[in-house]
T-cell receptor, first 113, second 112 residues
Framework: DTAVSQTPKYLVTQMGNDKSIKCEQNLGHDTMYWYKQDSKKFLKIMFSYNNKELIINETVPNRFSPKSPDKAHLNLHINSLELGDSAVYFC????????????FGQGTRLTVV | GENVEQHPSTLSVQEGDSAVIKCTYSDSASNYFPWYKQELGKRPQLIIDIRSNVGEKKDQRIAVTLNKTAKHFSLHITETQPEDSAVYFCAAGGTGFQKLVFGTGTRLLVSP
């Protein structure tokens, strides 16, 4: 069974649209993350979230918002998509204690046209 | 917050050579240092990690060293093979609810 799964794998959409990427983990982890990987392959954290606290990277536009319906899910909502949002978005999870392996989803390649 | 720098950005070696990738971190509170390998079109996956109470760790052809005083750690790959070609990321983090901060990645190309 896939430990961290994201949907969709590919997403092509027009500028100005609103879209969501879903993430689910079946590892029982308390902490989930969203990372953005740009064309230069830089992996930048966007959000860290557990059931108590959300940490937002201050460089992330407020058009991006995480939504967690429960401990096993952390979805990413993006409003008013821009060309520069095109990237691969990775969801990840790790135990709340931290200091251990983060498991990544397979990534969602978002293309804004 | 934590800042992680990684060098080189690209590294080309011949099959059988060794490869070394270096990272520095800024937050002395960080105590967990993993390395991830990302093959083309795939997700990053952990290959080895080290904690601050250890100076070196080996797993077959890969090893990681940590110098806490200097705040740097390195990945060593010996007897490289073409399948080692990938992007490698270092990261630094800690216990508690704390994010992993990744380096900028090193694209390793191993030529036959």
């Amino acid at each position: 069974d896939t430990a961290v799964s994201q949907t969709p794998k590919y997403l092509v959409t027009q500028m100005g649209n609103d879209k969501s990427i879903k993430c689910e983990q079946n590892l029982g982890h308390d902490t989930m993350y969203w990372y953005k990987q740009d064309s230069k392959k830089f992996l930048k954290i966007m959000f860290s979230y557990n059931n108590k606290e959300l940490i937002i990277n201050e460089t992330v536009p407020n058009r991006f918002s995480p939504k967690s319906p429960d401990k096993a899910h952390l979805n990413l909502h993006i409003n008013s998509l821009e060309l520069g949002d095109s990237a691969v978005y990775f969801c990840a999870s790790s135990p709340v204690e931290g200091g251990t392996e983060a498991f990544f989803g397979q990534g969602t390649r978002l293309t804004v046209v | 917050g934590e800042n992680v720098e990684q060098h080189p950005s690209t590294l080309s070696v011949q099959e059988g050579d060794s490869a070394v990738i270096k990272c520095t971190y800024s937050d002395s509170a960080s105590n967990y240092f993993p390395w991830y390998k990302q093959e083309l079109g795939k997700r990053p996956q952990l290959i080895i990690d080290i904690r601050s109470n250890v100076g070196e760790k080996k797993d077959q052809r890969i090893a990681v060293t940590l110098n806490k005083t200097a705040k740097h750690f390195s990945l060593h790959i010996t007897e490289t093979q073409p399948e080692d070609s990938a992007v490698y990321f270092c990261a630094a983090g800690g216990t508690g609810f704390q994010k992993l901060v990744f380096g900028t990645g090193t694209r390793l190309l191993v030529s036959p």
